[in-house]
């Protein structure tokens, strides 16, 4: 038996739920605020690395917990039972922290147990054989530093919320804290009689003590769900219900929301229900519908909203929010149902979610407001640094970075157009069948898809997930005796991208439309069009994610700016310039009284077409100019800041 430091012999635990403290629950003061000094955005424990457990397969959580809203603090029994994958000589491990840990059983036998640091480590008397199932039961109480939370909401009342996500669910239950392991969960807890308490699942239990003033719940989860989606809201709610019916599938909605947000609930649940239908067409049948689709108003400061299967915590500050609902419902079949193994593969949630969510505004809104949802995925993503970053195995600081989200989105997006909706959607219904209720990794999407679709996709997502940036493309052209000479180049670090690149020429008497592959650093075409071209517009039907200066300028006859965009400027401005020779460059920034702001001088350049990314750091917002000077003369354009 391993020797630790501050272990335990526990005294037993009587089996019957102890419920101190409801006294000073009912006598709490009106307006008392819980103490909140662990305030986040996100991803609590992000530095940790989760039990590294391979001894046993937990398939059951049994929590029994008691929330005592006046003091923040919980009295809780957990029960897992598990599986054995290998003989356990010594110790089994739980991820489990800052809980004050009364006694553990294993098998209804008192064992010794020691919390360090994150880890639980109980030790039964003897070897635990594999192929064997098991079960420990540990009591406990304290305040949860991270995870369940004690919060006023506008009305001034408690309201009690978790959010797990990604390791946070070990803060206030020990469990084995990882996504690759799923199991099913009962919860049962008691709070206030005032107080309605949701968790995932179905509610199997609801009886009230008016004399003592205590109000048991019991809900239970019988589709697997991992730690991270686990969820307890309590708090006085008005529960606002609905029924989704379609064929033959009927299941409760329901929006538990504060007092004075019902008519709001209505009208979210409304269109919550078209949503549920559009899902069971494009992805497959909601994959809990046997229990209930809830969402539950809380005031929310970790995230905007939260994923809990069939029990979705919504931000009261986004309660109604078309989007957001979108987003987290798209969850439920992609993160809840289909989960990956870990973290390192976010994207299969976020950016299957946030795209799910976009398909559904094409539907509702159509193509027009869809175009919109896609440019403000690709204006944004790049606005916490995270598009720095491979999107695939992120770095920890990034796991909920922008480029997760809207780049993830871009990707499926892409996959889409070069393959069609109808393949496109026959991968999605594919890929769910297969591991609803499982677990999945990337590689695991990509076969689907290229099983499905018959093509090969090793190269299109590698270059958009093992990689941060995107492509950054600059073009122009010049047009003489009907001959039309184009020019792209790549201009983003590596890697260089491989896409097709529709390419619409403009003409004064008629357009046309052709597909350029672009694929190395430069890119040249030669082609007739007899027309005289008045633009040349790359992507015109929004289908490559790229930074592109489209619609592309003509040549200049001499060495010159091609192009300044965007301007107006906001941040960062690109500058596209063309030299009819190889030379020394310098390009710089004046004032609109001819004052030198900043000069940059590059190295020789050769001939023809080059981009500069300038940032306007401290630059005050007002009227510039920009003046390139090469061997043959000089060049200016004007440019404004906007800040």
Known sequence: MLSITNRLMIKPLNTVFVVLGFSAILSGQPGQSPE???????????????????????????????????????????????????????????????????????????????????????????????????????????????????????????????????????????CHDSPSDKAILTMTIRIPSEMTAISNGILVRDETDIQQGIRQMEWKESFPITPYLISLAAGKFEAVMQTFSQDSIQFPLVYYVYADDVTRARNALTITGEMIHFYNDYIGAYPFQTEKYAMVEVPLREASAMEHQTATTMGDFIMDNHEVIAHELAHQWWGDAVTPVTFSDIWLNEGFASYYDALFTEYKYGNAAFQVRLDNFRS??????????????????????????????????????????TVFR???????????????????????????????????????????????????????????????SQNQAEPL????????????????????????????????????????????????????????????????????????????????????????????????????????????????????EWSSGGVASGIYFWRLVTSEGADVQKMILLK
């Open 36 to 174: 909140d000094p662990y305030k986040r955005i996100s991803g609590g424990g992000m530095d940790r690395t989760p039990a590294a457990v391979t001894s046993y397969d937990v398939i059951g959580y049994d929590l029994r917990i008691t929330c005592l809203p006046v003091q923040s603090e919980i009295q809780a029994e957990m029960e897992i039972r598990f599986v054995v994958v290998e003989d356990i000589t010594n110790c089994l491990y739980f991820d489990f922290s800052g809980m004050i840990i009364d006694s553990v059983w294993h098998e209804n036998q008192l064992v010794e147990a020691a919390l360090q640091g994150e880890t639980l480590e109980i030790c039964p008397a003897a070897t635990i054989t594999a192929g064997d199932t098991h079960s420990v039961r540990i009591a406990y109480h304290g305040k949860p530093q991270r995870g369940l939370y004690f919060r006023k909401n506008r009305l001034n009342e408690t309201v009690i919320y978790s959010h797990n996500e990604p390791y946070d669910a070990h803060y206030w239950f020990p």
């Open 380 to 421: 944004n993503m790049d606005t916490d640094g995270s598009l720095n970053y491979p999107i695939l195995d992120p770095p920890e600081s990034y796991l909920f970075g922008r480029a997760v989200y809207m780049k993830g989105a871009w990707v499926l997006h892409m996959l889409r157009e070069k393959l069609g909706d």
């Open 426 to 488: 026959r991968i999605g219904r594919t890929y769910f069948a297969e591991y609803q209720y499982g677990h999945v990794r990337t590689d695991d999407f990509i076969r689907i898809a290229e099983t499905v679709s018959g093509t090969s996709l090793h190269r299109f997502f590698s270059q958009w997930l093992e990689y941060g940036g995107i492509p950054v493309v600059t073009g122009a052209w010049r047009q003489s005796d009907g001959m039309v000479k184009l020019n792209l």
């Open 497 to 612: 991208y491989q896409f097709d690149l529709e390419i619409k020429v403009e003409g004064l008497l008629r357009d046309t439309v052709f597909t350029l592959a672009v694929s190395g650093k430069e890119t040249e075409i030669n082609f007739r069009f007899s027309d005289a071209i008045t633009g040349i517009v790359l992507d015109p039907a929004n289908k490559v994610l790229m930074i592109n200066n489209s619609p592309l300028y003509q040549h200049p006859s001499r060495s010159a700016f091609v192009k300044i965009y965007p301007n107006p400027a906001f941040g960062k401005i690109n500058l596209i310039y063309q030299l009819e020779r190889k030379g020394a460059v310098t390009i710089t920034l004046y004032d609109l009284g001819g004052r030198k702001i900043e000069q940059v001088t590059e190295s020789v350049k050769t001939a023809g077409l080059h981009h500069f």
